[in-house]
Structure formats: C-alpha cells, structure tokens
C-alpha cells in the first residue's frame, strides 16, 4: 500500500495542452522556412515585397503566440487540478488518522506540510512541467531541421549536450535532499508560530517573551541557512551550464570548420547550424534544470507521502449498526489493558455499563480515567482485552455510527471559533428545531447568559471560545452534549468548574434524563455530591479497577476508596 503523490498528470487539459504545444513548435519551426522563402522570392523577383506572404508570417507568429499561451495555460489547469486534489487528499487523511498520531505532531506543522510542500509540487506542475515541455518539443523540433542540414554534425551536437546530464544528475540529489530539509525547517517555523500565539496568553503571563523568541529565532536561521545552500547550486548551475555549452560551440566551430576545409559542409550550412543552436540553447538548459526541480518537488512530497501512507482509523462494516441503538444497551470493556507509549495506563481492567444506570469512575489524578473513555469512544484501541456493546465487539462497528453512541463534555476546552450555534449543533446530522436549541441552554443554566449576548446564537465566541468565561464554555459544551441525545452521556471532570448553582440545575437535568431511561450516565468526578447517588462507582487505583460498587458498599468494603475519600474529596471540599 505504498501512496505516492504523482508528479505529474494526465488529464485532458495536459493532453490538450501537450498536442497544442507540439502544433505551436511545429508552426515555430516552420516560420524560418517560410522567411527563408519570403527573402528568396524578393531576390528572384526584385520587383516588389511579396505583401502577401509577409501577412502570412506575421498572421503565422501570432497564431503560434496564442497557441502557446494556450498550451501553457491548459497544462498548468492541470497542475492546480493535481494539486488541489493532493490538497483534498492529505487533508481527508488527517482527519481519519488515529488520535496516537497527532501526540507527536504540532499542528502547525502539519498544515504547513499541506500549504508548503504542496506549493513546491504545484510549482513544478505548472510552472517546470509545461515549460520542459515546451523546451522538449522545441528541442526535437529544431534538432529535425538539423538533422535535415546535416546528419552527421546533429549526431555531435546531441552527443555533446548529454553530457549536460552529467552535471544535473549530482545536483539532483543535492537538491532533493536541501528541497526536505527546508520544507521540514518551514514546517517548525509554522509549527513554532502557531504554537506561540496559541500559547500567547500564558507567554505572557510567565514571561517567556526571550525564550520562545530565541527558539523561533533559531529555527529562522537555519531555515535562512539552507535556503542559501539551495540557492547558492542554483547559482552555481547556471554559469556551469554556459560555460558548457560555450565549449560545446567552440568543438562545433572546429568540427564544422574542419568539414569546411574538407568542403564535406557548405560556410552557409555551418552559419545556419550555429544559428539553430543559439536558439536552442535556452531550451537546453531548460531541460537540463528540469531534472534539479523534479528532485526538488519530489523532496517536498516526502512528508506528504509519509501521511499518506500512514494507517488510519481501523473502521470494518461488519454488523448491522441499527442494533446499536437498541434501547436496552449494554457497554463492557472485559480485561482491558492499554498503554500510551511503553508504561501500561490501564492493566486488566472490566467495567460495564448498563442503559439507565449512573455509573462514576473514582481514583486519584493520572490514575487512567479519561483513558477509559478514549477506549470506550474508541479514540484509541485496546492493546489487550475487548470493548463490547451487547456482547458484540466493537470493532465489528462502524467507528462513525459507533462514536454517535456518545456524548461526551471533557475538562478541555472544545469550543470551536464561531458561532454559539456552530458549537451547538457541530457534527450533528439532524439540524435540531430552534426550541429545542433554547431547550439545551435552558438544561446547561445557559440559557440567561446567551438571551444577554448581543447576537443571541449567532455571537461569536472566537477561537477556543475566548469570548466567554470558563463557566461559560463548559455549560455550552454540556448544551452541545445535551443535543446530541446520545445513548451514553460522559461527563469528564465537567461539572468541576462550576459554580453551585449551575452544578445543581445541570444535576437535575441529568437525573431527568436518567428518570427517562434514555441516558446512561458516565460520570468522572472529583466532589463527592456528584458521584454519592450513583448506581455503581468504579474504583480505579494503580492501573486497576480496585473495588467497585455503590459508595455506601465502597466506604466499608474497600479501605482504600475511604482514605481517598476522606483525604481526598472531604479535605478538599471543606
Ligand atoms: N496522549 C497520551 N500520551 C501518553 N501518555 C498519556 C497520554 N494521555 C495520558 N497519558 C498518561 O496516562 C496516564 C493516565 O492519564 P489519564 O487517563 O488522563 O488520567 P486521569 O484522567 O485519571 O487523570 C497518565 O500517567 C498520563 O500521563
Ligand atoms: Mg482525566
């Protein structure tokens, strides 16, 4: 399954373009011949200029003029076309790569690969491609006349300029080569900007100003470093390649005037032929640049190849994904065990769920609870063990219809830039009616705050949600769960924030839920009154599940729930 972006593409626009281009250099070559005849046939007949003819070739560069702009154009459309479907691609991948992906990853760093790299890949599309192209036909097209005049001095002259292949080859590998390091330096550059003003309140808040600056400075420098690596070959290249071909000329000088002393090659032929040449020249170079920026591109597509072909979200279709949506729903996770990197965070773990129930996942912090939840929502998979709905694996789900399962209010921050309603009803299928959107924020305690904004739900928030207080933002993210309607409801340490008020009106929102049997509840919580009434409470201590129960049961089974309620809750709460 190895992906690689191709670097070039065969559509009908690049077809079209290239049958244009070959029409255009074809008429090219013919103008010569045609003034050939326009000058010949005044001398002939002396009398007057033949005004006919001249139109022609006048009426003849103009024709070959548009057609080349046409070729040109038609086969960069071409490159845009490959490129935004590269663009399509890279950006489709992202979003379904596993979770475990984007923990060794800065973001910015990943969008540059996707605006960066694939500029350097558009540019060789649109920009090297036709004009190599161009250069070829031309080339071929002149190297025809030649070959025409004299057969044996095209044959040297072709030999001589493969040596240009010799240059480019090295230069090539140097160039693929710088072509990552700098897409890979441009990318921590994004990365690090996007970090900073991510991170800019806490910049300042700590006084981190010289420290941030001094890295960003950093990786500037060795990004300017290895753009005057780049640019220094490419300097370096082109006076090579005159130098070459100045030689080139001289050997032909001398060859031809050989021939000429030996009368095998006519003084006319010979001037004609360097002529040619001259013209060619440029195209010639052109070609042997053509290699330099294809290792260039292909450099740059290193990245993008590595996200391509990096595994996605394992998601089968096996069952019928109605039955997910039984009413009477059982979740297990049965011998469970998982781990981040090397150190396991959950060892042999079994939890289960069952409709209608309140069920709180207790232990000390990093004891492994929103670990739970990623397996359960599948953001990440098991390394042993099984995760069940009615006794069918997950796995046998579709992840999409499976993640529908569940709503879910974290103590991070999820807020997206927009509007109140974007964050609402965000990812929602079904667009909820107006009411029921006033409903939710009646259930979060949010109604009041958002009857107040100016825009009511079309206020923006801002990225992240900063136009709103932490109270705010977790409220709407409990609204926004609230909407879903999902089987399960799980509340990470959501309610923790909130001021007694709010905690009371949303607790009574989800006993009605539970009173209806339409929600089971999944509660990680830190203060005693959220989790006293639930129907189970899981005791996770030390990577494992260390007693499980009612609190009443907890408190006289389990001495270790008690120490951590006592010291841990009671002390705190009071
Ligand atoms: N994405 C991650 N990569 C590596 N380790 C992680 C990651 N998320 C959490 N951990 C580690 O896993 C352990 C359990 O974390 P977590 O489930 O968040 O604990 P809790 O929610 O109980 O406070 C911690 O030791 C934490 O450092
Ligand atoms: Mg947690």
Redesign the pocket.
């Known amino acids: 399954m190895n992906k690689k972006i191709k670097l070039y593409a065969i559509s009908w626009q690049f077809i079209l373009g290239l049958i244009l281009g070959i029409l255009g250099t074809f008429i090219e070559v013919l103008i010569p011949l045609i003034v050939r005849q326009f000058i010949d046939g005044k001398t002939h007949i002396s009398a007057h200029i033949n005004f006919r003819l001249a139109a022609v070739i006048v009426l003849t560069i103009i024709f070959s003029a548009i057609i080349s702009a046409f070729c040109q154009y038609l086969i960069s459309v071409a490159g845009n076309l490959k490129i935004a479907e590269v663009r399509m691609e890279i950006e489709q991948k992202l979003l379904t790569l596993p979770?475990?992906f984007f923990?060794n990853q800065k973001s910015g760093q990943l969008s540059s690969h996707l605006i960066n790299d694939a500029e350097v890949v558009q540019d060789f599309m649109t920009s090297s491609i036709p004009a190599t192209i161009n250069s070829l036909i031309a080339v071929l097209g002149s190297f025809i006349v030649l070959f025409h005049l004299d057969w044996q001095l095209t044959v040297f002259i072709v030999l001589s300029f493969s040596l240009i292949i010799l240059i480019a080859y090295p230069i090539g590998k140097i160039s693929e080569k710088l072509s990552l390091t700098t897409q890979n330096k441009l990318s921590e550059l994004s990365g690090q900007s996007t970090e900073n003003i991510y991170n800019i309140r806490s910049i300042k808040l700590n006084n981190a100003y010289r420290p941030v600056w001094l890295n960003f400075k950093q990786v500037v420098v060795e990004l300017f470093k290895v753009s005057n690596k780049t640019d220094c070959i490419f300097s370096i290249v082109g006076p090579i390649q005159t130098v070459f071909t100045l030689g080139i000329i001289l050997l032909i000088i001398i060859y031809g005037g050989i021939r000429v002393q030996q009368a095998s090659l006519s003084i006319g032929t010979l001037v004609s032929f360097l002529i040619y040449l001259f013209q060619v020249i440029e195209p010639i170079n052109m070609l042997g640049n053509f290699y330099t920026s294809y290792k260039q591109a292909k450099g740059a597509t290193w990245e993008l190849n590595k996200i391509l072909n990096t595994p996605g979200e394992k998601n089968v279709y096996q069952v019928n994904s109605q039955i997910l949506f039984a009413k009477n729903s059982c979740l297990t996770l049965k011998n469970a065990s998982f781990?981040?990197?090397k150190?396991p965070?959950l060892q042999n773990i079994s939890l289960s769920f069952n409709s209608g129930q309140k069920i709180a996942i207790v232990?000390?912090?990093?004891?492994?609870?929103?670990?739970?939840?990623?397996l359960l929502t599948r953001l990440?998979e098991l390394n042993e063990g099984q995760l069940l709905l009615n006794s069918v694996s997950a796995t046998n789900y579709d992840l999409n219809t499976w993640r529908n399962l569940f709503a879910v209010v974290t103590q991070e921050n999820t807020i997206i830039s927009g509007s109140i309603y974007l964050n609402l009803t965000f990812g929602l299928t079904a667009i909820p009616e107006e009411s029921d959107i006033w409903a939710a924020l009646d259930k979060a305690n949010l109604l009041e705050d958002v009857q107040k904004m100016p825009n009511g739900l079309q206020t923006l928030v801002g990225e992240q949600g900063i136009g709103l207080s932490g109270g705010q933002r977790q409220r709407l993210q409990i609204a926004r769960a609230y909407l879903r309607q999902a089987n399960f409801l799980i509340l990470?340490?959501a309610t923790s924030n909130l001021d007694p008020d709010s905690e009371k009106i949303i607790t009574n929102t989800l006993n009605e839920l539970l009173a209806n049997h339409q929600t089971t509840l999944i509660v990680?919580a830190h203060r005693l009154s959220t989790i006293v009434d639930s129907d189970k409470i899981y005791f996770?201590d030390n990577h494992q599940i260390t007693g499980s129960g009612t609190h009443q049961e907890l408190m006289q089974l389990v001495p270790k729930y008690k120490q951590f309620v006592n010291e841990e809750i009671l002390a705190v709460e009071k």
């Open positions: 979770m475990s923990t781990s981040y990197q150190e965070v232990g000390p912090s990093g004891a492994g609870k929103t670990t739970i939840i990623n990440y990470d340490e990680i996770l």
